[in-house]
């Protein structure tokens, strides 16, 4: 998979789906809790009450973090396979859970080892 396949953040094309669909599929396959952790809440330093989605989602990191996850979120079947994967401790990414990898990846190619883990049988 290349890296153009999560575009350049802020510039959508015709065949990327608008960030806000992205993010509300990812909310609604993950759920809040997942989508705020890949999204960095709480990482840095301020409480977590302070974190809020919208501001997160607009930043640069944040809206590659949403893509590279809706992009993950394509390979399952269903959100509950998808959901449990990133999850899981998985022995391509060195025994990280893929969220982990998403969550602390600020770059796409730091992103891509988690969306070609998700690309390969499960």
């Known amino acids: 998979m290349s890296m153009t396949l999560l575009g350049e953040p802020g510039t959508a094309t015709s065949e990327e789906p608008a960030l806000t669909?992205?993010?509300d599929?990812?909310?609604?396959?993950?759920?809040?809790?997942?989508?705020?952790?890949?999204l960095g809440a709480?990482?840095?330093?301020?409480?977590l009450r302070t974190w809020r989605l919208a501001e997160a989602a607009a930043t640069r990191i944040g809206e590659?973090?949403?893509?590279?996850?809706?992009?993950?979120?394509a390979q399952f079947k269903d959100p509950e396979h998808a959901r449990a994967w990133l999850r899981r401790p998985n022995?391509?990414?060195?025994?990280?859970?893929?969220a982990d990898v998403l969550?602390?990846?600020t770059t796409m190619r730091g992103m891509?080892?988690?969306i070609e883990a998700a690309e390969l049988p499960t």
């Open 103 to 105: 969550r602390t990846a």
């Open 64 to 73: 590659l973090r949403l893509r590279a996850a809706h992009v993950v979120l």
């Open 91 to 98: 022995p391509d990414l060195g025994r990280q859970p893929p």
């Open 42 to 47: 709480g990482s840095n330093g301020r409480p």
């Open 21 to 23: 669909e992205v993010r």
């Open 25 to 38: 599929e990812c909310v609604a396959a993950f759920g809040p809790d997942l989508v705020a952790y890949l």
């Open 112 to 114: 891509l080892p988690v």
